[in-house]
């Protein structure tokens, strides 16, 4: 059974930046992508940022673009979002999503989350 630690979030002044981590452990089957979505009080959950094992190609959501990176470390098994310019909007929390794939089968592993704050 795969495991995620989320850790790095916290409070924020607008404007300020956080760099959150996720840890996979319990891996058997091979992490096909890592991302991180993020859900404000009385919104759905949405995509900040996604990235593939193999080859690192990312993706990003709409709301957060060109104000994060998204990294991975494959040795490790975690993956890294660099929240830069943070504004109020971005208080949510944020959870890191693993995939897998055993056999032809795709599943999905969720972290408890991280909160983060963003304000003065």
């Known amino acids: 059974q795969v495991q995620l630690v989320e850790s790095g979030g916290g409070l924020v002044q607008p404007g300020g930046s956080l760099r959150l981590s996720c840890a996979a452990s319990?891996?058997?089957?091979?992490?096909?992508?890592m991302s991180w979505y993020r859900q404000a009080p009385g919104k759905e959950r949405e995509l900040a940022a996604s990235?593939?094992?193999?080859?690192?190609?990312?993706a990003y959501g709409d709301s957060m673009k060109g104000r994060v990176t998204i990294s991975r470390d494959n040795a490790k098994n975690t993956v890294y979002l660099q929240m830069n310019s943070l504004k109020p909007e971005d208080t949510a929390v944020y959870y890191c999503?693993?995939?897998?794939?055993?056999?032809?089968?795709?599943?999905?592993?969720w972290g408890q989350g991280t909160q983060v704050t963003v304000s003065s």
């Open positions: 999503k693993a995939s897998t794939i055993q056999g032809t089968i795709r599943y999905d592993y």
């Open positions: 319990g891996v058997t089957f091979r992490i096909i992508d």
């Open positions: 990235i593939t094992s193999a080859g690192g190609s990312t």
